[in-house]
């Protein structure tokens, strides 16, 4: 309807969510959404998804500080305490195409509950082991039930919404992860000041409630693909046809990136510059993990919006180079207010680099992608491992600036592949739901991308 003065139609965008064309004079129109809680215009997945990262998130933060004290009650070194993490991680990389091949045969929801009772059961039996080698061998199950949740969540929730609100979606599933880790570490620390074991048995207990969640509150879900036509839904996507997209190798490459720094590098090697190299207390290693932490959540929903309006491409080029120069910074300087900077930089990265590149395996995809999926969490994963190792070798014969400089040079591919990507983010055309409809002179909802295109239109363009 229009009103009196300046006058406005309001829309429906995707979802029903309630859109004005505000005519701001000058026979220029502009697009003006209503303000709304994070949720709204959501599916209902997306929340119940959300969850369940926080329960599996929290449980993690939970078991995380007593895992090495665990094994080492057991009279073993370092290494070997060590090694009962590194068997849950390598597990889970080496069994997450798996996964994906149980998603694309019996479905999102059966792998997902599946996969976070498997590692329930195992956790609650790590938590009664009596020797070194049953500890270390039921952590490495629970990595394989931590691959067939990940993989399933991540393809179920690529398939609920549209590409409209698949950065935000995106979003809010990595903020309930952010904010089940962030939580968990604090009652994990108190929990094995009692037992060691406990945590595990609480971790075990979390994620029974979130394959209860799974189960009962996924039991029937509105896919967007099938929503597209049956033709679509029943449809998947190979390998051989996501390697062929330029997109989604850019995205792989950023992945591998995001998970050789921020969840490799800055990890394992920060803590170890701040007391060595910065020549100060450990307490301002968690004070720059804060601080990244904190600027990640703040940001998470407003990148979502960006990736969803302005674009995947700039979202993973300006995370990309964020990133980049976190680690120029650490390189170039010990400084205490040079780390700090650097760990804000961090947290604007990994808010873009935690949001984009899993937009664009969404647009990629067509109906099923389970394997698409699963090798872009494996790319993730290997440069969690590998990244690591390398830098720590760098540190050790040459110095922290050297491994931390040659992070910034993985860092830097995403960027490139990404400069040379096609844009693959579409706008649906709003539906006025006055009798009148938007004047001629009101642009094209799609931007500067060019005019709307149909789902389908969209993602014929993206496999190209």
């Not at 674009?311 to 120029?328: F, K, N, Q």
Request: proline residues 5%; contains cysteine.
């Amino acid at each position: 309807m229009i009103d009196g003065t300046g006058g406005h139609l309001t829309l429906l965008a995707g979802h029903g969510r309630p859109t004005q064309v505000v005519h701001t004079g000058m026979g220029l129109w502009t697009l003006v959404r209503r303000p709304s809680n994070p949720f709204a215009g959501m599916p209902r997945e997306v929340f119940v998804l959300a969850t369940i990262a926080f329960s599996v998130a929290i449980g993690f933060g939970v078991v995380a500080p007593a895992i090495p004290v665990f094994a080492r009650d057991f009279g073993v070194g370092h290494t070997a305490a060590a090694a009962v993490i590194s068997a849950f991680a390598f597990m889970r990389f080496v069994s997450a195409l798996g996964g994906g091949r149980l998603v694309d045969r019996l479905g999102e929801r059966t792998v997902l509950s599946a996969g976070t009772f498997f590692v329930a059961i195992s956790t609650s039996l790590a938590g009664a082991a009596q020797s070194y080698l049953q500890l270390l061998l039921l952590r490495a199950v629970g990595g394989i039930g931590s691959a067939m949740f990940t993989v399933a969540a991540v393809s179920l929730l690529l398939r609920v919404v549209d590409a409209e609100h698949r950065g935000r979606a995106n979003g809010l599933f990595q903020g309930g992860f952010l904010a089940g880790g962030l939580m968990g570490p604090v009652v994990g620390g108190v929990l094995t000041e009692v037992s060691p074991r406990v945590p595990f048995f609480v971790y075990g207990a979390s994620l029974a409630v979130a394959s209860v969640i799974g189960t009962v509150f996924l039991a029937k879900v509105n896919l967007h693909d099938r929503a597209a036509g049956k033709e679509e839904a029943e449809e998947r996507t190979t390998l051989r046809e996501a390697f062929g997209n330029r997109a989604y190798r850019a995205a792989l490459v950023t992945n591998l990136g995001t998970g050789w720094a921020l969840f490799g590098v800055r990890s394992s090697l920060v803590p170890l510059f701040v007391v060595e190299g910065m020549k100060v207390g450990a307490i301002w290693t968690g004070i720059g993990f804060l601080v990244s932490s904190l600027v990640q959540a703040v940001l998470l929903m407003p990148v979502g919006r960006f990736v969803d309006t302005v674009g995947r491409r700039p979202a993973m080029i300006l995370g990309g180079l964020m990133s980049m120069a976190a680690m120029l910074l650490v390189t170039f300087s010990s400084a205490l207010p040079a780390y700090l900077l650097a760990m804000g930089l961090f947290g604007v990265g990994s808010a873009y680099l935690g949001v984009a590149p899993g937009a664009v395996v969404g647009d990629v995809v067509r109906g099923r992608g389970g394997q698409v999926v699963a090798v872009f969490q494996m790319s993730a994963d290997l440069g969690s491992i590998v990244g690591p190792l390398v830098a720590g070798m760098l540190a050790d014969n040459l110095s922290f600036g050297a491994a931390f400089g040659a992070t910034a040079g993985i860092l830097v591919f995403g960027p490139l592949l990404a400069v040379r990507m096609p844009e693959t983010r579409y706008a649906p055309r709003p539906v006025a739901t006055a009798a009148m409809q938007p004047p001629a002179s009101l642009p094209a909802a799609g931007g500067d991308d060019g005019p709307c295109r149909s789902d389908a239109t969209a993602k014929d363009s993206a496999s190209r």
